[in-house]
Each structure stands twice: as structure tokens, then as C-alpha cells.
T-cell receptor, first 113, second 112 residues
Framework: DVKVTQSSRYLVKRTGEKVFLECVQDMDHENMFWYRQDPGLGLRLIYFSYDVKMKEKGDIPEGYSVSREKKERFSLILESASTNQTSMYLC????????????FGPGTRLTVL | LAKTTQPISMDSYEGQEVNITCSHN???????ITWYQQFPSQGPRFIIQ???TKVTNEVASLFIPADRKSSTLSLPRVSLSDTAVYYCLVGVEGGATNKLIFGTGTLLAVQP
């Protein structure tokens, strides 16, 4: 079974802190994704990576950056956390291919105080 | 970009067939249609995917009309454990052209 793990289930940070969310997948997938999920808004794509060191902006990249130094690991970075970044963050991975099935991690609920 | 629209919620009873429709008027030629299921405190899970006509697997069917501007997820004989949020996803991933759009989801509540 594909396994996508995220470094924390719950995280509490203060405004202005630099925050790292880590995601690791064990199935050698080319594609990795970061989403945030908010009530009434569904899932919104933050960033997407289709290969090591390659990244593409999603719908809401402002305030976020990403890093993909190794194929299995995709990091989401909040350079200076703000309260409006309080949300559930979901990581996913998929094989390269049109419309490939995405496998999601359990999510990290981030609270910024 | 293909934006999707789904009903916010639906109610059903155990044993009934449930059909959830997703509208995607601006779907592009290369876009696939994928449905995911999400339970509370979990990430979404893939249910079914299609490009056109009808696709069926062990848990659901997906109906896509010829114009592909909508799709319908059909869940046969639902049970209480099918209570979840169902997301319609339209798009295709691949380099600079990636744009994957999730809908806001449909909360299906199955009652005894």
C-alpha cells in the first residue's frame, strides 16, 4: 500500500514564526501536492511538484514556498506564519500520468496564534 | 480553468442508490474526472476516475455524458459507513499545465 506520512498531526505556532510541514511518500511517485482545506472552501491546491527540484504554483501560493530536494519528500514552508494560515494541510502524491490517482496523507492541523 | 459545482449536502437512507452530480462547464479536452471520498480527520481517498461514457468499479459507477460538462457519481445501496464528503476533481497534472480543481464537496448523510 502507498503510504504518505506527514510530520505532525497537530501543530501550534505563533504569528511570524517560520513553519515547516514535511511530507514523505514511499511509492516512488513523481508527483507530490500540498493542499489546504478550510470549511466551505473544500481543498485548494497550494503547490505541486512533478519532479525533484521542480515546482508549480497552485491556486493559492501566496505566503507559502516549497522544497523538493529528494523524490520522496516534499516540504511546505510558511516563511512568516499568519493567523489566516490556520488550516488543515494535506499532502498527496501520485504517479506521473494524466489524471493520476492521488494518495493523501492524514493531514496536519496547523493553528497560528 | 474547469471549475466544479456540487450540491453542498445530500441525505439518503441505507440501501438506497445515491447519485451525486458535479457540473464542470469549462472542462478541457485533456481533463479527467475523478471522485474522492473523505471521512473526518482523514485525507481524501480515491473512488473512481473517468474520461467519458461510463466507468464502474467495485464501489461506484461514474456516468459522463458526451459533452462532458457534468458527471454523476452513483453509489449503489449505501450504508451508514458511506456517510462522508465526496469531492469531484477535474483536471490533468503535468508540468506547467497542471491545474487540478477540487469542488467544495458534497456531504452525504446516510440514515438508518
Amino acid at each position: 500500500d502507498v503510504k504518505v506520512t506527514q510530520s505532525s498531526r497537530y501543530l501550534v505556532k505563533r504569528t511570524g514564526e517560520k513553519v515547516f510541514l514535511e511530507c514523505v511518500q514511499d511509492m516512488d511517485h513523481e508527483n507530490m501536492f500540498w493542499y489546504r482545506q478550510d470549511p466551505g472552501l473544500g481543498l485548494r491546491l497550494i503547490y505541486f511538484s512533478y519532479d525533484v527540484k521542480m515546482k508549480e504554483k497552485g491556486d493559492i501560493p501566496e505566503g507559502y514556498s516549497v522544497s523538493r530536494e529528494k523524490k520522496e519528500r516534499f516540504s511546505l514552508i510558511l516563511e512568516s506564519a499568519s493567523t489566516n494560515q490556520t488550516s488543515m494541510y494535506l499532502c498527496a502524491s501520485s504517479l506521473r500520468g494524466e489524471g493520476g490517482e492521488q494518495f493523501f496523507g492524514p493531514g496536519t492541523r496547523l493553528t497560528v496564534l | 480553468l474547469a471549475k466544479t459545482t456540487q450540491p453542498i449536502s445530500m441525505d439518503s437512507y441505507e440501501g438506497q442508490e445515491v447519485n451525486i452530480t458535479c457540473s464542470h462547464n469549462n472542462i478541457a479536452t485533456n481533463d479527467y474526472i475523478t471522485w474522492y471520498q473523505q471521512f473526518p480527520s482523514q485525507g481524501p481517498r480515491f473512488i473512481i476516475q473517468g474520461y467519458k461514457t461510463k466507468v464502474t468499479n467495485e464501489v461506484a459507477s461514474l456516468f459522463i455524458p458526451a459533452d462532458r460538462k457534468s458527471s454523476t457519481l452513483s453509489l449503489p445501496r449505501v450504508s451508514l459507513s458511506d456517510t462522508a464528503v465526496y469531492y469531484c476533481l477535474v483536471g490533468v497534472e503535468g508540468g506547467a499545465t497542471n491545474k487540478l480543481i477540487f469542488g467544495t464537496g458534497t456531504l452525504l448523510a446516510v440514515q438508518p
